[in-house]
């Protein structure tokens, strides 16, 4: 379902009917879902992630503008939330590190099933271990196909910052693919 489609249902969730917001959530929970799964590696927190996106979503539905395109507000929710996510994860492991420190107990950083998943699609395993930066943007123009002024406007960073990711992320991905012995090329 296109965004003219989700039209009608959008303006009657605006209006608190939760059988139009299912309406909505099913039609874009697959993209969501994959979006954050690409930015994310724990599935409990992508999961958690994407509940919180639809919560996000239900909470500010009064601000979404009907003249802007609607999955390009609901990716914009998708990556703020995911950036909120990594700063929350960040501050988490720096806890569990400093309590580790003090307690001298080993600590397992290791997930053998996330590990295990990573490496199914060669491209998407190349993807993943660019840092989060680069990876946003390439799951941005890559998968969902944004301009680059449209992901500098998402992420909120000027459009020469978002240029410079995406030829790092480009020239990154290019190494990588070649020292896998890969035969394409990566444009």
């Known amino acids: ?16 009917d939760e059988s139009a917001f299912q309406l909505v959530y099913q039609a874009t ?13 724990n599935k409990q927190d ?3 992630i994407v509940n919180e996106v ?13 003249n802007r395109p609607f ?4 990716h914009g929710i998708t ?14 492991i720096r806890l569990f590190e400093r309590n580790r420190q ?5 600590f397992d950083w290791t997930d053998n099933a996330v590990l295990r998943s990573e490496t199914q699609h060669e491209l998407f395993s190349l993807v993943r271990q660019l840092s989060y930066k680069l990876r946003v943007v390439v799951i941005l123009r890559y998968f969902h196909d944004y ?6 406007d998402m992420l909120q960073i000027p459009v020469g910052t978002v240029k410079s990711r995406h030829h790092l992320a480009l020239k990154e991905l290019r190494k990588r693919f070649e020292m896998t012995g890969g035969d394409a090329y990566v444009h």
């Open 71 to 74: 999955r390009f507000w609901l």
């Open 79 to 92: 990556v703020r939330l995911v950036q909120d996510w990594k700063r929350k994860a960040w501050r988490r």
């Open 102 to 106: 003090t307690t001298c107990e080993p």
């Open 54 to 66: 639809y919560m996000r979503m239900w909470r500010s539905m009064d601000k979404y503008d009907p």
């Open 46 to 48: 992508i999961e958690d």
């Open 147 to 152: 301009a680059l002024e449209e992901i500098a």
């Open 1 to 16: 379902m296109n965004d003219k489609e989700l039209l009608p249902w959008l303006e009657q969730a605006k209006l608190g």
């Open 29 to 41: 929970h697959q993209d969501v879902y994959r979006t954050v799964a690409f930015l994310v590696y």
